[in-house]
């Protein structure tokens, strides 16, 4: 399992797939995910912006991943 990283919370699972490289777009993202290929925390998820935070492992493919938030500097 590989860990990213992420500034604030939460973020929609679509944007982790696409940031992620794990799908060519935005809309591919919505797709797999609509058709209940990813899944969160060991659970098949379809909405396409579920809103994922800190600790979520989320599963696609051979990928699984899990969130972490590492707040920016403030300034």
């Given at each position: 399992m590989r860990e990213i990283e992420i500034s604030e919370e939460?973020?929609?699972?679509?944007k982790i797939l696409k940031f992620?490289?794990?799908v060519?777009?935005?809309g591919e993202a919505k797709h797999v995910i609509?058709?209940?290929y990813v899944i969160v925390n060991g659970e098949v998820e379809t909405r396409k912006?579920?809103?994922i935070f800190s600790g979520d492992v989320v599963e696609f493919g051979n990928e699984?991943?899990?969130?972490k938030v590492v707040p920016g500097e403030s300034k």
């Amino acid at each position: 399992m590989r860990e990213i990283e992420i500034s604030e919370e939460p973020i929609e699972l679509y944007k982790i797939l696409k940031f992620e490289n794990l799908v060519g777009s935005g809309g591919e993202a919505k797709h797999v995910i609509a058709e209940g290929y990813v899944i969160v925390n060991g659970e098949v998820e379809t909405r396409k912006r579920k809103k994922i935070f800190s600790g979520d492992v989320v599963e696609f493919g051979n990928e699984k991943i899990r969130v972490k938030v590492v707040p920016g500097e403030s300034k």
